[in-house]
Structures are given as C-alpha cells and as structure tokens.
C-alpha cells in the first residue's frame, strides 16, 4: 500500500502520560501536515511541514505538543502530560507543491486518542 | 480562504444521482474548489477539485456556476458506501506558503437503499 500510514490506529492512555503518533507519509511527497478532529466537527489544522521544516504551527498547538520530522520523511506528533480534552482523532496528510495550483493533501487513517 | 456554506445533512436514493450544494460567494479568482469526503472513522479521502471550468473523474462530477459562487458535486449513482461527511473547501494557493486545508462542519450524506 503506498497511501499515507499513521501508527498506532488507537490509544487509550491515562490523564498525564505522553503518548507518541507516527505518520509515514506517500513516498517522495515533501510536505507533511498533522490536522485534529473532535467529535462532530471536521478537521483542523494543528501544524506543518516542508521538508523536515516545521514551518507553521496552529495556536491549537499548545506547548505540550511536539511534532517532528528528522529526515524528511516520517514525522511524529508527541502530547505530554495529556489532558482528557486532548481525546481525538489525529490525522496526518501529506501532499507534493503543485506547479501553479494547490496541492492535493491525501489522509491517512487517523490515529484516534482517548484520554481517561 | 473564502468561506463555504453547506446543507448540514441531507439523504439520497440508492441507485440515483445525488446533488450536493456549496455554496462561497465571496470566492477570489484564484481560489479552488476542492471536495472530500470523510467515511466514518476513516481519514479525509479527496475526491475532486476545480477552478472554473467543470471537472469529471471517476468517483464525481463537479460543476462550478460561472460566476464562481456556488458548486455541486454530483455523485452520478449513489451507493451505501457513499453515505459519508462531504467536505467542501475553498482555498487558494500559495507555492510556498501553507496550503492548509480548512474543513467546516460538512453535509452528512445519507445513501438511503
């Protein structure tokens, strides 16, 4: 498969453990971005990468998270002393720049967070 | 990015073809449509994007109106693994600037057999 893989698909974890996502993103595509969804809404953007840049972080973006992209391929998302609001699906996206236009960002799975 | 709008819910025949509305009045010239589409629990799955002219593929068609205010897609023969949240998104484009997608609430689609 050559789609945009996120692990783990699931987490439970206690209030005030970290927990860590991993996102593999479609091979050769340079930017990255991490979005977060809660129930009922749709997707919001939480931070971004071009290369191993991270170039923008969203406000939602408080200073327990962490998000990385050491060599320009995978990246990880990391929430330290998670908070029960943090409970969500994660999902990443990846995408090449297009020549003139927007670049279409393909989706992984998610990776779906509860927090007890 | 200009604002869209769309119905929070709607249902559809099986077998038919389903019509979803956006509309985003206050759309700029260089400014996309794109549309996905989000089954439950699943990640968001692109499904088409234009720019004015009208756009075909293999999973939908979607129509501008020519002043660039409004869309539909059109789902030319709904199935029940069409029932999903669809997302319409406008956005513009910047080389290397953020591209990031911004999702309202979407339409839920029902596919009713």
């Known amino acids: 498969d050559t789609g945009v893989s996120q692990d783990p698909r699931h987490k439970i974890t206690k209030r005030g453990q970290n927990v860590t996502f991993r996102c593999d993103p479609i091979?050769?595509?340079?930017?990255l971005y991490w979005y977060r969804q809660t129930l009922g809404q749709g997707p919001e953007f939480l931070t971004y990468?071009?290369?191993?840049?991270?170039?923008?972080k969203s406000r939602l973006l408080s200073d327990r998270f962490s998000a990385e992209r050491p060599k320009g391929s995978f990246s990880t998302l990391e929430i330290q002393r998670t908070e029960q609001g943090d409970s969500a699906m994660y999902l990443c996206?990846?995408?090449?720049?297009?020549?003139?236009?927007?670049?279409?960002?393909?989706f992984g799975p998610g990776t779906r967070l509860l927090v007890l | 990015d200009a604002k869209t709008t769309q119905p929070p819910s709607m249902d559809c025949a099986e077998g038919r073809a389903a019509n979803l509305p956006c509309n985003h009045s206050?759309?700029?010239?260089?400014?996309?449509v794109y549309w996905y589409r989000q089954i439950h629990s699943q990640g968001p799955q692109y499904i088409i994007h234009?720019?004015?002219n009208n756009e075909t593929n293999e999973m939908a068609s979607l129509i501008i109106t020519e002043d660039r205010k409004s869309s539909t897609l059109i789902l030319p023969h709904a199935t029940l693994r069409d029932t999903a949240v669809y997302y319409c998104?406008?956005?513009?484009?910047?080389?290397?600037?953020?591209?990031?997608?911004?999702f309202g609430k979407g339409n839920q689609v029902v596919v009713i057999p």
């Open positions: 996206a990846s995408s090449a720049p297009g020549t003139g236009r927007p670049e279409t960002q393909y």
């Open positions: 091979s050769e595509h340079n930017r």
């Open positions: 990468f071009q290369n191993e840049a991270q170039l923008e």
């Open positions: 206050t759309i700029s010239g260089n400014e996309y």
């Open positions: 234009g720019l004015k």
């Open positions: 998104i406008v956005r513009g484009y910047t080389y290397y600037g953020n591209n990031r997608l911004a």
